[in-house]
RNA sequence: GCCGAUAUAGCUCAGUUUGGUAGAGCGGCUGAUUCGUAAUCAGUAGGUCACCGGUUCAAGUCCGGUUAUCGGCUCCA
């Protein structure tokens, strides 16, 4: 039998007879000890299992329990054990159709006539932990694919079947493991004594594959990790974001509210929260005033044929609330607010000397939104955009998307965001516009974020339709992604309202016209920004920077004397003088997140002070009012940037 | 819109299994207490049990429908 030469990275290369497998080989190469940590190997490039036979030379690359790749096997093989678990529960009533890993655990979507429910998880769990203790092994096949889809079919499993119809290679693979066999790619861990930490998570309806016209099938969603510390961190995690969940810190800190009388996913600020928007909105003006943006006020409504002019009854219509009547003229809510600003533009004459034209609106827009998709602030049906438009010659295209760029950035990180992914997004199934005009623009958006040096990807067909479009997904203190910022560059709404200028030449040329939100929705952002200081805002942007309290009746008057004082130099300062107990006043004035509670006693009375806690329970040294606007002025400006 | 779950006082929740016209804590109000770094004590007022209909002598409780919310799918700022 002939020889080859296995090694694992970097290590000695031994011989062995050709048809070893991996883990016979593994057994020479390294120690037990770390054996005990390979759960599959890199051979080639391609992950693999440890079961499989080796036909020619090859470094193996091994992949450990405890690594990213390790844990997706380990999830996936979760998946398969959860499925055979059910499958021995239910039997053939349960169909499975596909179940992969995902960023945090994995899922498997069955069809199943009733649907699972939360009672039933002890069950799975139980015979999962069975399956487990019996160290079931993982049996990879090759076979045609037509056999597998006899297979298959024999089986009743009629998913499978439909996605082996659609595949394209002439062999696949599956695995057996005791009486489940699972169209599979792999690799997956050796036996089921691999997984030692895993739980059920929750079930929900999800389309196959995706697609809201074929069966709703019931998925379960689980997890697993290498190591029970981990779960635990992981449960941790999932415990700090619902306490972080700006619907119930909305509540608590008395934010907004959303009410069944006043219509779903329309949000009502209190005073807290209209006070957070207002200095969101007034940071938001000044920058874009220093940057060259003039602000615009638009209607809420116009005529139907405003949205006809503009393409959106035919490419956004759905989305938008039907008409209604005046005086026999049929008007629409705006979705958007593009056509207003260029109806800005066409009430004078432009010439080139002029450009850029930089135009900015916190617009309020409608959209429908269907009622499973509304979610607090993060989803909603009124919301309004930080919207600008920038009307500019085609030689400043770049700049200006470079500038814009650089204000996004700005803006972005003073609200702390300093972390994001860029997507660059391409031109979708419903579109305007000629091709011509689609890869101008797509290219000048390209260009315009090398130059930036900023890495991107391409989102294909993800572009809106009069134009492609950067976004930019900020990461929260979480880690989670969300898509805020987006620019997009539009050649299709000038034609379409015959905007022009008049260039050097003394001729009639029309703009390039471009869209852009930095936050998004103002209600998003918010609710983003919610869960991002989890309620403990900035100071500049803290609705409630001070709370004064008095510990006796005694410093009453001079507590009233510091609290009109602070409040007249702008600090934004509430008073607690009721005959409370300082223990008290101070839970609740941490409880409603106030960044400084300034404690004022018979000493501080007597010197003039008051004494500074902060959010974290310690204490600055006492200082008189003026010293202490000095302090929380700075503050401010520091943290606007 | 689809699948599943939920809906009781301003808030957080018990009561639903085994139908007999509602309970707690916090908050509110009143009073006492004047107490220095995360809840002082006592009293008191709050609810057509989401809405509509059905079964029943009797429905918060059982059944049907509607609405909203929650977890997902789809969609998306």
Known sequence: MTQIAISVQDGEEKHFDRGTTVAEALKELVSN???????????????????????????????????????????????HIMALAVKKLYGPEVKVAIGPAIDDGFYYDFDREKAFSPEEFEAIEQQMAEIVAARLPFQRKSLKREDAITLFRDLGEEYKVELLEEMEDD????????????????????DSSWLKVFKLLRVAGSYWRGDEKRPMLTRIYGTAFSDKKELKRYLTQLEEARKRDHRKLGKELGLFTIQDQIGPGLILWQPQGALLRKLIEDYWKEEHYK?????????HIARQDLWKTSGHLDFYGENMYSAMEIDEVKYQLKPMNCPFHIGVFNATKHSYREFPIRWCELGTVYRYERTGALHGLMRVRGFTQDDAHIFCRPDQLEDEIFNIIDLNLHILKTFGFAEYDVYLSTRPEKYVGSDEHWEL???ALKQALEKKGLNYSIDPGEGVFYGPKIDIKIKDQLGRSWQCSTIQVDFNLPERFKMSYTGVDGGEHQPIMIHRALMGSLERFIGILIEHYAGGFPLWMAPEQARIMNITDDQSEYCERVFAQLRHAGIRIAKDLRNEKLNYKIREAQLKKVAYMLIVGEREKEEGTVTVRLRDGKNLPPMRPEEFIDFIQKECEEGKG
């Open 291 to 299: 940057n060259g943006y003039e602000l615009l006020y638009t209607p």
């Open 33 to 79: 000890k770390q054996r005990k940590q390979i759960i599959a190997v890199g051979c080639n490039g391609l992950a693999s299992d440890l079961g499989v036979p080796l036909e020619e030379d090859t470094v193996l690359a091994p992949i450990l329990a405890s690594s990213e790749e390790g844990l997706e096997i380990l999830r996936h093989s979760t998946a």
């Open 441 to 443: 623009s797509t290219d």
């Open 171 to 190: 062999t696949v693979s599956i695995y057996e493991q005791d009486s489940f066999t699972d169209l599979c790619r792999g690799p997956h861990i050796p």
